[in-house]
């Protein structure tokens, strides 16, 4: 049995705000990207770090930033 990664956890809309964190983007501006509520991004934010198991916004933003730059596609 292959293990899932935490990243496939993910709803679509999750990995669209990672994404953004791991750009540096601030939670308004991802709220305007996509066109929600800075409320709703703190939501999507949390769920991420609990799907994640991390345990701070600072871990959060460096896991997106590391996953935002490394190779994808790969295996």
Known sequence: RQQQ???????HRELQVLERVGKG?????????LGVSARTVDA????IKGKLEL??????QQFAIRWVHE???EG
């Open 5 to 11: 990664s935490p990243i496939a956890r993910l709803t």
């Open 25 to 33: 983007l601030s939670t308004k501006e991802i709220a305007d990207e």
């Open 44 to 47: 999507h934010r949390a769920h």
């Open 55 to 60: 345990s701070s916004p600072s871990e959060l």
């Open 71 to 73: 190779p994808k596609g």
